[in-house]
């Protein structure tokens, strides 16, 4: 299935007119220029690859991929083959591991957005729980003269991304960098990760679980809901059966959901090597839950495969609306 954010296309034109609006002329005095702000990210944040083209063609949105090492060769997001050579590796024990972007790629972004005019960057990165993405973003930003305000956004995947979308959004009205890191952040603080992986096996391997964690589960065929927490993955529930665990994700997908404002809940679920599976979860949630945009649907990034291996399935919930920085009540 194409990964096309279609929800996320219909929310960035709904949020796109009342911000313009808000900056009419009777708003704004005229002397004041629309701000100029790029927004730069990481591959983590799973955003759709045709979003990624729209907004970078004018340097607005940069994506800084995240390397991926498969025994001794080193793989960018993006290439054609990685996630095939993931899936092998990952099948076969072959050792999968993930490193931060250098500084010097944060700092060429930084630099290129500099050149085509813009005249401040919000950076928002993988949790630096789970990455030192956003400490090369820091040491980036000292090094260069243009203002970078870097945001660790405590999440990953698809919730990183609606933060993302929500400071494109912004910097595309022209709101000030103060206002597009904290649509951002507003954004990021409604997203939650829920997921179900076979085997914590390939967590634990990557650091993100305790050697004893893994090993429990294994010996008693635990199948572990997870989910993330202030930037760290935390267990939820441990069921017995995948088909159990899956079902209970569901539930606690549709449970969350309903807590949002009607009609506000934005859905998106990430898989890697079964996308069969991710196809009927998402046509089961959009049943679950009234009045929800189109669920996204596509295999995660890369570099949180390599951690999270094959046959996990992963749902962000989010909201459409982003409450303005000005707005205390939370309303939209």
Request: one cysteine or more.
């Amino acid at each position: 299935m194409p990964d096309r954010d279609t929800a996320g296309w219909l929310w960035l034109k709904e949020r796109l007119i009342p911000l313009r609006l808000a900056r009419r002329p009777e708003a704004v005095p005229e002397a004041a220029p629309a701000a100029r702000t790029a927004v730069v990210t990481d591959s983590a944040a799973a955003l759709p690859a045709d979003w990624v083209r729209a907004f970078s063609a004018d340097g607005r949105l940069t994506v800084v991929p995240m390397p991926v090492m498969v025994g001794a060769e080193i793989y960018g997001e993006g290439e054609d083959d990685i996630a095939d050579k993931i899936a092998v590796a990952l099948a076969s024990g072959k050792p999968v591991k993930t490193s931060r972007p250098s500084p010097g790629q944060f700092e060429q972004a930084y630099l290129a957005a500099q050149r085509r005019g813009f005249e401040s960057v919000v950076s928002v990165h993988i949790s630096s729980e789970l990455s030192g993405t956003a400490d090369s973003a820091r040491l980036a930003a000292a090094r260069v003269s243009i203002p970078v305000e870097v945001v660790d956004s405590r999440t990953v995947g698809m919730a990183q991304g609606m933060g993302v979308q929500s400071a494109v959004t912004a910097a595309a009205a022209g709101r000030p960098p103060a206002e597009v890191r904290e649509f951002a952040e507003q954004q990021l603080a409604r997203t939650r990760v829920y997921f179900y992986v076979p085997s914590l096996e390939q967590l634990r391997r990557g650091g993100r679980i305790g050697a004893a964690a893994s090993l429990w589960g294994t010996m008693f065929s635990i199948k572990p809901i997870l989910a993330l927490e202030d930037g760290r993955v935390v267990p939820v529930e441990k069921v017995r059966s995948a088909p159990k665990a899956i079902a209970r994700l569901q539930e606690i997908v549709v449970a969350d959901a309903a807590g949002r404002p009607a009609g506000q809940a934005r859905l998106a679920v990430h898989h890697f090597g079964n996308p069969a599976e991710a196809e009927q979860l998402a046509a089961q949630l959009a049943e679950s839950v009234p009045g929800c945009a189109p669920v996204q649907i596509s295999a995660l990034p890369a570099v949180l495969a390599a951690h999270a291996g094959l046959g996990v399935l992963a749902v962000i919930v989010g909201e459409s609306r982003t409450p303005a920085p000005q707005d205390t009540t939370g309303a939209s």
